[in-house]
């Protein structure tokens, strides 16, 4: 009997380390689905991808560097004639989309208005403006895509479903390996979002501006890490009311702007509506720095300071901008008790 007992005990330690072996060996073997769940915010349709999605699918004739210079990305390179109102690109040869049909200049359509597009053959395309526009570089930087769904990127569309009109989830393949899936859930507010990644409906949540929950904190939950990025392609806009008597002042309005910080708690601040990386923003980007000596110089010279001993200023913002308005209000505060 016990040596019974031992006998199986020693066959079962055998089956037990041929069976970790194998499994081993069927792992590296075996397609493993790799499946990302990533929520996002906001009202899409299928036509109108949000740039999270289509930067997955897509390539646009150039795309920015980490250097913030444009280099070229579907185009070879460019020729700019007429004074910034023609813009010649060739292509890449060999260009393909994800489902393996060829990318020449006969696929590119961008749609521009006013803006006349010649194909003089498969590799070259030429854009003739009306007016020179020295941001057109950026303008073609937005993917390309065949049927509005297949692109030239690392992932295609699998599968879009939809709530009626608009896009509910969107699933993307990796055109390397067909077992590398990403799914993206679209929620139509950061609460619902919220909801979603505390019910474990997705893994990821991507562009919450607060972290708020109830009565906690989305950070004290366990397993969650935060990441904080600066998102340079939302931007936040401060408008000055000019048909207003005191604001319809330009130095006034110049004194304030030389009073707001550099970076504020949800961002950096950024002088023109293009990242600041871009080259057409770095030579304004530095112009307006907070610079609380200037702007005294400035405000002590205005009209409207001059000719009235207090200046009242509303500055009306939406509730998730608040604490950034309150910001702004304390810069300009201390200005103005400088």
Not at 2 to 22: D, E, H, N, Q, V
């Amino acid at each position: 009997m016990g040596k019974t007992i031992l006998l199986c005990f020693i066959l079962g330690l055998i089956a037990f380390f041929l069976l970790r072996i194998a499994l081993s060996y069927l792992s590296n073997k075996l397609p493993f689905v790799q499946k990302e769940t990533i929520g996002l915010v906001g009202v899409y349709t299928p036509d109108k991808l949000p740039d999270t999605i289509t930067s997955m699918v897509g390539r646009g004739l150039t795309k920015t560097g980490e250097n913030g210079q444009l280099i070229p990305d579907l185009a070879s390179g460019w020729e700019i004639k007429d004074n910034g109102k023609t813009y010649i690109f060739r292509l890449k040869k060999g260009l393909r989309f994800s489902d393996k049909s060829e990318l020449n200049s006969s696929a590119i359509h961008y749609n521009f208005v006013d803006v006349k597009e010649e194909r003089p053959d498969k590799y070259t395309i030429i854009f003739k403006l009306k007016e020179s526009y020295a941001p057109f570089l950026i303008s073609v930087s937005k993917p390309v895509f065949k049927n509005n769904s297949i692109g030239s990127g690392d992932y295609s569309i699998r599968n879009i479903d939809l709530n009626g009109d608009f896009v509910q989830s969107v699933d993307l393949v990796s055109a390397k390996n067909p077992y590398d899936i990403v799914s993206y859930q679209i929620f139509p507010t950061e609460q619902a979002l919220k909801d979603a990644y505390v019910l474990g409906e997705v893994k990821k949540a991507d562009g919450l501006t607060d972290l708020s929950y109830k009565n906690s904190s989305l950070s004290e939950f366990k397993n969650t890490k935060i990441e904080k990025i600066l998102d340079k392609y939302s931007l936040v806009t401060l408008f000055y009311n000019t048909q207003d008597p005191v604001l319809s002042e330009k130095r006034l309005r110049q004194a304030l702007t030389y009073a707001i910080p550099n970076s504020l708690g949800q961002g950096k601040i950024n002088r023109t509506p293009y990242s600041d990386s871009i080259w057409i923003n770095q030579s304004v980007s530095s112009s307006y720095l907070q610079d609380f000596e200037h702007s005294k110089v400035l405000l002590s010279e205005s009209g409207s300071a001059t000719k009235s001993s207090a200046i009242k200023i509303t500055l009306t913002s939406l509730s998730k901008y608040e604490e950034v308005a309150k910001e702004i209000k304390n810069a300009w505060k201390k200005l103005i008790l400088r």
